[in-house]
Nanobody
Framework: QVQLLVSAGGSLQAGGSLSLSCAASGNHTDSKWMAWSPQSPANEREGVAAIHTSGGFTSHADSVKGGFTISQDKAKNLVYLQVNDLKPEDTATYYC????????????????????WGQGTQVTVSS
């Protein structure tokens, strides 16, 4: 059984940094793309950063390039999301997901399908 466990978010100040981790357990070889998908009252849940857990290829949505970085520790089955220069609009519930996509762009496309989801973690950024 695949489980994705997301680290705690929290309440942060604008301009600060955030690092989230997603620990994957179980066999998810059918879902090699892992992504971070924030969801807020203003925005539907949508992937903003994805990584291919075998090849290490990454993809970031244009809206987060330069601010969000996805990475992994393959040995520990951990995927990270680093967010720098936090803004109030980064406030969201952040989900980790694993799925099978044909490319990083496909993994972040609207309506991309994911097989597994972690629990969401709330991140609140105040100005």
């Amino acid at each position: 059984q695949v489980q994705l466990l997301v680290s705690a978010g929290g309440s942060l100040q604008a301009g600060g940094s955030l690092s989230l981790s997603c620990a994957a357990s179980g066999n998810h070889t059918d879902s090699k793309w892992m992504a971070w998908s924030p969801q807020s009252p203003a925005n539907e849940r949508e992937g903003v950063a994805a990584i291919h857990t075998s090849g290490g290829f990454t993809s970031h949505a244009d809206s987060v390039k330069g601010g969000f970085t996805i990475s992994q520790d393959k040995a520990k089955n951990l995927v990270y999301l680093q967010v720098n220069d936090l803004k109030p609009e980064d406030t969201a519930t952040y989900y980790c997901a694993a799925g099978l996509a044909t490319s990083g762009r496909a993994a972040l496309a609207t309506g991309a399908k994911y097989n597994y989801w972690g629990q969401g973690t709330q991140v609140t950024v105040s100005s």
